[in-house]
């Protein structure tokens, strides 16, 4: 009879973890990530700072909802304000009038680049300020917008066309990086933005 030798406890070769492990984490990171960025632009495109006011008078009026909101916008460069307005949709004269303010120092040119976050090609707004119209057609890239103010000023913008499903969120870009504006899902809506030039 032969006995056989007791056999040792061993190591066993070290497998390879596998690639289904790292995949799975990074695929949770990516999911984590994804639901915080749109709870993020969720409750920054629709802010509970908004103030909805109703507008009074007559009755279809006072379905008209206004949403207000802060922007600081940088300013063009007084030597610049002749290539800013070349531009623009204002009419030759509006643009003398402007410049002739310009130069005298009662109103400041200030650059506010808007989109449609959505990336749609195709929404139009009006943006109003300082009793001048702009009728501009968004797309999913940012578009110059010139606008003449004075120090602080009121920016309207109101809807041309019919807002896309679930709502137009735009976006523009300030002073202090891109911002999302309240949204609007109405031809009876409107944002009031209070602008301060820097």
């Given at each position: 009879m032969t006995v056989q030798p007791e056999p040792?406890?061993?190591?066993?070769?070290?497998?390879?973890?596998s690639r289904s492990h790292s995949l799975w984490a990074g695929g949770t990171l990516l999911?984590?990530?994804?639901?915080?960025?749109?709870?993020?632009?969720?409750?920054?495109s629709t802010p509970a700072t908004a103030a909805l006011s109703s507008t009074s008078g007559n009755p279809t009026a006072s379905a008209a909802?206004?949403?207000?909101?802060?922007?600081?916008?940088s300013m063009i460069a007084p030597g610049?304000?002749?290539?800013?307005?070349?531009g623009t949709s204002f009419t030759e004269e509006q643009k003398s009038r402007i410049m002739a303010a310009v130069q005298r120092g009662d109103m400041r040119l200030v650059e506010m680049p808007v989109l449609d976050g959505a990336g749609v090609t195709g929404q139009t707004i009006d943006v109003t300020v300082s009793g001048l119209t702009q009728r501009i057609v968004l797309t999913g890239q940012f578009q110059r917008l010139v606008l003449p103010i004075?120090?602080?000023?009121?920016?309207?913008?109101d809807p041309v066309t019919m807002p896309h499903t679930p709502a137009l969120i735009i976006g523009a870009m300030t002073a202090l990086g891109p911002e999302a504006l309240p949204s609007l899902t109405a031809l009876n809506q409107r944002i009031v933005l209070d602008v301060i030039v820097q």
């Open positions: 040792k406890p061993q190591l066993l070769p070290k497998q390879e973890t999911a984590v990530a994804s639901i915080g960025a749109g709870a993020f632009f969720f409750t920054h909802s206004t949403f207000q909101a802060n922007a600081q916008l610049d304000a002749p290539k800013a307005l070349a004075a120090e602080a000023a009121q920016v309207t913008i």
